[in-house]
């Protein structure tokens, strides 16, 4: 059982998303693998609060060569689609958690890698986002 102090400190981490901006920022670290470390971090949250301020997308790692890459992996044969099972679990793998549930394209189960790229791209900045607005 948890005591009071501590229940205040795990709603103040959820609150402030204390837990994913540090994810955010070690992923990036283990990604970029900067020669000084501290200065790349002091960076990341700058990019972070102007990114707060000017309404402008967060600093993340994935960009659109690398979701490109991901739309290539799920579709092989380059149909330019991608099932709605595919879709869903790519996302989920991406660390997306609250995306678009109707996508254009799902109907027919062939969700287009444009559709793909921006609904990811639009779950990344929201992930990305952990900031307090």
Known sequence: MSTPREEEAAEYLRNHKIVELM???TSMLFFYRPERPKEFLISQL???????????????LFD???LDAVAGILDPANQG???????KEALKILGIKNFNELPEGLESDRISHETF???AKEGLVRSAATFQT
């Open 23 to 25: 994810n955010n920022l």
């Open 46 to 60: 700058e990019q972070m609060k102007a990114s707060r301020d000017r309404a402008i997308d967060s600093p993340f």
């Open 64 to 66: 659109n060569s690398n």
């Open 81 to 87: 689609h991608i099932t709605y099972a595919q879709y």
């Open 117 to 119: 790229k921006r609904e």
